[in-house]
């Protein structure tokens, strides 16, 4: 399978993706220049982390008229694999490929630890290798990386599954109050409904805040990333 | 014509807006009373050349929808001023 990894200026884990597919895993991988406009040889799409044109305006706002992004669309839109982590993840919210928009942390602090995930929703092309309620740790980076939608979005992903990511307690615990007053400890950044990652209507579409590439070989701290990449391989 | 552009992007009421929060906290602790309701945004300025005033605000407004705001969790407001 041939991956290709969008760069902007401003990504920064553009390599950390690269090198997970290409020395972890052994498929083939090629940096795609953001003014590049054909995606015709590639079979999966990355999104990476980073700051796109400096989170300018507002975080992957300017990054989704770039030319390269028409070409993602339409490979998405093909059924094709794409996959947005952190910064891509804002991306493909900013461009309508997933619903909703990640806004400014709650503590207003950039947040960079390890965060314990529950698997929730099957049919992500991304994931066929993890199981339901599933609890993984992977690294999270970012200032903006609260999810917001509207309370009808956030309904119909609910009732459709396609909250794929949320964030919980390494017992799995994962409580949302409507009422807003407490949000858990174990949310890092006032996520609405502990949402850590969602999948588009047919699943070839995953966004997330965590780190999947930084958390493939041990001595990263974490494998838990691996199975991402596994999963759109082997199906 | 061309006119000056101003355009206030708030986030919407509907979204928390943790910056402003934050601020109205400061203000708060500082000793500046009943101010509440703080939200912080952004102005953006620029200047336009269109046929009327009219095209001039179509022109920003599709601006704005398109890529100056995110709908989803901003509103925005025009000015626009004879240059």
């Not at chain 1, 507002?58 to 490979?75: K, T």
């Not at chain 1, 066929?128 to 009808?152: L, T």
């Not at chain 2, 050349?49 to 407001?77: F, Q, W």
């Amino acid at each position: 399978m041939k991956f290709g990894v969008v760069v902007f200026p401003g990504s920064n884990c553009d390599h950390d993706a690269y090198y997970a597919v290409r020395r972890v895993i052994g498929e083939d991988a090629r940096f795609v220049w953001h003014t590049e406009r054909d995606l015709e040889s590639y079979d999966v799409i990355i999104l990476p982390g980073g700051f796109s044109y400096g989170d300018y305006l507002r975080a992957g706002a300017i990054a989704r008229f770039s030319p390269i992004l028409e070409s993602v669309i339409a490979h998405a839109k093909k059924g094709k694999p794409v996959i947005g982590i952190c910064n891509g993840f804002q991306v493909l919210c900013e461009c309508g490929l997933l619903p909703g928009a990640l806004i400014r942390n709650r503590s207003l602090k950039f947040s960079c630890k390890w965060v314990n995930l529950r698997y929730e929703a099957t049919g992500s092309i991304f994931t066929e290798r993890y199981y339901v309620n599933e609890i993984v740790s992977m690294p999270i980076a970012h200032g903006e990386g609260n999810y917001f939608a509207d309370n009808e979005t956030l309904a119909m992903l609910e009732d459709t599954g396609r909250i794929v990511w949320r964030y919980c307690a390494p017992d799995g615990t994962s409580e949302w109050s409507s009422s807003d007053a407490e949000i858990p400890a174990y949310n890092p950044n006032g996520s609405l409904n502990n949402i850590a990652g969602i999948r588009n209507e047919f699943g070839n579409v995953l966004g997330m805040m965590p780190h999947p590439e930084r958390a493939c070989e041990s001595v990263t701290g974490g494998m838990d990333g691996l199975r991402i990449f596994e999963s759109v391989i082997n199906g | 014509m061309k006119f000056k552009v101003e355009v206030f992007v708030s986030t919407r009421k509907d979204v928390l807006d943790p910056q402003g929060k934050a601020v109205e906290h400061a203000l708060a602790n500082l000793g500046f009373s009943g101010m509440t309701e703080v939200r912080v945004g952004k102005y953006l300025t620029f200047f336009i050349d269109a046929e009327n005033r009219e095209s001039a605000m179509a022109g920003v407004d599709d601006a704005c929808e398109k890529l100056l705001t995110n709908p989803i969790i901003e509103d925005y407001e025009i000015n626009l001023t004879e240059a």
